[in-house]
């Protein structure tokens, strides 16, 4: 796991990409050069009353200028105040935190849904292989589809079929005839649930980012501990602490 640091980020632009949902450029000190595919920073309010920082996942890395994106939606009054800043003002972030996801040559599947698509684009940069990309959305108010374009083979699936196809990420997948050899995917747990059952049946390997409440961000609190197959050498019990084991697992590690 990379080392993690707390430092005092400069925003370098912000911007709505579609109603509700912000995309955030931050200038860091160290985080960027540690930063894995996969991985999230904690955000801190400024607001006192808010003292638990807020997860968020990275989207884009860009080592060059020590730089980090995070694409975000306005879910209360902590990402409400994130919205609401601009470029040149700071925010104080802890990262990289959490495992990211493995970079293996398979002919993949990269698969998000709703606010887990963000950090799929990182990975699709980076894996070195065949890409087919699988975005769920719940209409035709899309975000970050021209750049994963950019990266891979895009499919679409929407629930009320204004774009691609009607339904979910793996009726995309059946209308389109796809096929792969592993498995990368972030998103609401019903969508985990159905990839891993999916991933199981054809005996595929699989990895998932799972989306949990968190608390301190680091392993400490235990508010985000999901069910695992395998005892957890930190609380003896059959728990997994998402921010810390992950939040990214092989899927048969854990419960869903």
Known sequence: MSEKFKEQAVIISQEEITPGIYSMWLKTDHIAGQAKAGQFISVYCEDGSRMLPR???ICEIDRVDH???IVYRIAGKG?????QKHTGMRLEIMGPLGN???LKNKKAFLIGGGIGIPPMLELAKQLNCEKQIVLGYRNSEMFLLDQFKKLGSVYVATEDGSYGSKGTVLDAI???GLEGEIIYACGPTPMLKALKEFAGERKMECWISMEEKMACGIGACLACV??????????NVHNKRVCKEGPVFRAEEVEL
Do not use: V
């Open 67 to 69: 730089a980090l994106r």
């Open 226 to 235: 999901c069910k695992s197959r395998e005892i957890d050498g930190h609380t």
């Open 174 to 176: 059946r209308d389109n």
């Open 55 to 57: 997860p968020i996942s």
């Open 100 to 102: 990211g996801f493995p």
């Open 79 to 83: 990402t409400e105040e994130f919205s």
